[in-house]
């Protein structure tokens, strides 16, 4: 198994573009989730998603889309970028049911700047 | 709402000596518990959880840690560190009954294990 993929690993990007951030999981979790990750505040919830179809706010969603039409992928749509959105982003799968559910797996994260 | 601190930026210990990675939270149900570990230009990888059961739980590469529902402590030891445990540590935690899906993360530790 791949685990979690993401693309790409780093860019850069001008205020106003949009660009989308990949994510692909091979395990058939049904949670995938999105965070960002700052100096000093740890990682905040962006987005995430119980299963296809289904998605739902994390706690920083302003600025950010997602969609989840498969089980294995949840791309994150940046529509404007703005330099506060200069970050490193993860993205992380687990299972939906059972006590194994617990164990999130991460990507290895893309690396964001917005100049 | 669930919250986790961790009151330290950093850590500093000698190899072979013990270390303590401390971490708190507040729920209002009963509380899962999670370390997680970042090695430098990486994504999250799991250390231990706690669920249920006993207290203390032994994880990944000799760390475990020690639930304490008075303290609402969580607490993450090793007997001797090594200069490779040296990366940036999370704590989680997620409110089973009030706090659905989401998993919140501390602000991270940087441990510096030096010869």
């Known amino acids: 198994n791949a685990g979690v993929t993401q693309t790409p690993k780093f860019q850069v990007l001008k205020t106003g573009q949009s660009m989308t951030l990949q994510c692909a999981q091979d395990m058939n979790h049904e949670y995938m989730s999105w965070y960002r990750q700052d100096p000093g505040m740890g990682l905040r919830l962006i987005h995430y998603?119980?299963?296809?179809?289904?998605?739902d706010q994390g706690e920083v969603p302003n600025g950010y889309n997602v969609s989840r039409s498969t089980t294995e992928d949840f791309p994150l749509r940046l529509l404007s970028a703005a330099p506060s959105q200069t970050s490193v982003y993860f993205c992380a799968s687990r299972e939906r049911t059972g006590l194994a559910q617990e164990t999130q797996y991460f990507g290895p994260g893309t690396r964001l700047l917005v100049l | 709402a669930q919250s986790v601190a961790q009151p330290e930026d950093q850590v500093n210990v000698a190899e072979g000596n013990p270390l303590t990675v401390k971490c708190t939270y507040s729920?209002?149900?009963?509380?899962?518990l999670f370390w997680y570990v970042q090695y430098p230009n990486r994504g999250l990888q799991f250390l231990l959880k706690?669920?249920?059961?006993?207290?203390l739980v032994k994880g990944s590469y000799g760390f475990e840690a020690e639930f304490n529902k008075s303290q609402t402590s969580f607490h993450l030891k090793k007997p001797s560190a090594l200069v490779s445990d040296s990366a940036l540590y999370f704590c989680a935690v997620r409110d089973v009954a009030g706090g659905g899906n989401k998993l919140t993360f501390g602000t991270g530790t940087q441990l510096k294990v030096e010869l």
């Open positions: 729920v209002s149900g009963n509380p899962y």
């Open positions: 706690y669920i249920t059961g006993d207290n």
């Open positions: 998603s119980v299963g296809a179809g289904i998605t």
